[in-house]
């Protein structure tokens, strides 16, 4: 008995105005789904990304207060390599990132502040496609946007951010995961790709303390690989895959 082949990913929704990244460090965003984020942009849409980190644990050969620095500017460069001007940060500890109440309210915060029809995170479930296990600050970060995109539309929930003047909003459409190993939507990567490369060799400093190979024969392979993964899925062309969540 051979397995069923798997169903074709659907086209992400695309009657939406205001979009809202939501993830744990500095590159997750350009590992995952940057290539969708800069053909969305170049269509008019909106896009802001918010970070529980600044990433501070990431690099062994950097202690935290230089790392955080550093690659604090690189999410900002590589936000603005693909059209995105809005990038906050929660300060939150990286590396051990906790699931709970302060987390959800923070992130309901932020889908307040910004409103958004369409949220993003990366990858909550505990493995990626090829069975790697994933990181807890991954996990926790991607199952408290599930939870907050819903907690920031109920009035009861949090009412201390009514009072600081972040009202309700129960706008959230969709929550799409990039990464997940059991995606069902895709964006086709080819119009994004290259702005993808850019945004990704933009955390030079990272990537030249995880790997020998030159910068951007890497960001170039590497996106290259993962946009390729799903193209049998997406009429054989390059995709950002997601996993996504009606509301």
């Known amino acids: 008995m051979t397995d069923s082949p798997l169903p074709p990913l659907r086209p992400m929704p695309d009657d939406w105005q205001r979009a809202l990244a939501v993830v744990a460090h500095p590159d997750d965003l350009e ?13 008019g849409r909106q896009v802001a990304y918010v970070l529980a980190t600044r ?3 990431g690099i062994d050969s950097l202690a935290p207060e230089r790392a955080r620095s550093l690659r604090e500017a690189e999410q900002r460069a590589a936000a603005a390599a693909v059209g ?4 906050e940060f929660l ?3 990286d590396g051990v990132i906790e699931y709970g109440v302060p987390l959800r309210r923070d992130i309901a915060a932020a889908v307040r502040r910004h409103r958004p029809e369409l949220v993003i995170t990366l990858n909550h479930r505990d493995t990626w496609a090829h069975g790697a296990w994933n990181t807890p600050d991954h996990v926790a970060v991607g199952r408290a946007v599930l939870d907050a995109s819903a907690d920031a539309g109920n009035r009861w929930i949090f009412p201390e951010l009514t009072e600081q003047g972040l009202l309700p909003w129960n706008g959230v459409r969709w929550v799409a995961v990039a990464n997940s190993p059991a995606p069902t939507h895709a964006v086709s990567a080819e119009p994004g790709f290259e702005q993808g490369v850019l945004s990704l ?3 030079r400093t990272y990537i030249e303390a995880l790997t020998e190979e030159d910068p951007e024969t890497y960001a170039r392979r ?26």
């Open 84 to 87: 995105v001007s809005t990038v």
């Open 31 to 43: 590992y995952g789904c940057s290539a969708a984020v800069a053909s969305w942009v170049a269509d």
């Open 91 to 93: 300060d939150h500890q």
């Open 55 to 57: 990433g501070e644990a």
């Open 222 to 247: 590497f996106l290259a690989d993962s946009t390729s993964a799903h193209g049998s899925r997406f009429d054989g062309r390059r995709a950002v895959a997601f996993e996504l969540f009606s509301r």
């Open 201 to 203: 060799l933009r955390h």
